[in-house]
């Protein structure tokens, strides 16, 4: 994949998307263009929005606590993983909200058998695992500027520090 123009995200139909995303309206036109054509419906603005909002959040989830299992670099495919103790009794309701907003861009996505402590991992944690997705791959690469080399994640990405401020 060149990191210029578009490419074509292989779901059941290819579906173009820019290979870099420059800015929030980029972003929230393309993410949004993926979820009408997988849902095969016109959402009302509300809950555009408020998917819109579940995407930016799943970002920072991809830049901070969710690990990333990179799939074929033919296919440009990513996978999410992540695990929150159960110290915090919440981290569950936490956890399965990430898994819905993952399952809303029809990838799958479930929690898995819970972590034991471990050495590195004192405490007991919840686990999920996805699937491998192209849309995840984009959404490392395009939208976060990650080439994911060596294991590392390093984030290049300008316009997501000029994000919009919610509304009060």
Request: aromatic share 12%; net charge positive.
């Amino acid at each position: 994949m060149s990191l210029t123009g578009v490419f074509r995200l292989r779901l059941a139909h290819d579906f173009q998307v820019p290979a870099k995303v420059h800015s929030h309206e980029e972003f929230a036109e393309t993410i949004l263009s993926l979820w009408r054509f997988a849902s095969e419906k016109m959402p009302s603005l509300d809950e555009e929005f408020a998917f819109l909002c579940s995407m930016y959040y799943l970002l920072g989830w991809m830049v901070g606590d969710a690990g990333k299992g990179m799939g074929s670099r033919r296919r440009h495919t990513v996978r999410i993983r992540y695990e929150l103790s159960k110290k915090h009794p919440e981290n569950l309701e936490l956890g399965n909200y990430v898994k819905q907003v993952i399952q809303n861009l029809g990838v799958w996505c479930e929690r898995m058998a819970d972590r034991p402590a471990r050495r590195h991992k004192p405490l007991e944690s919840y686990y999920w695992d996805s699937h491998y997705s192209p849309i995840f791959g984009w959404m490392f690469t395009a939208c976060l500027g990650s080439n994911g080399t060596n294991g590392r994640h390093t984030i290049m990405s300008s316009w997501t520090g000029c994000l919009p401020r919610p509304r009060a």
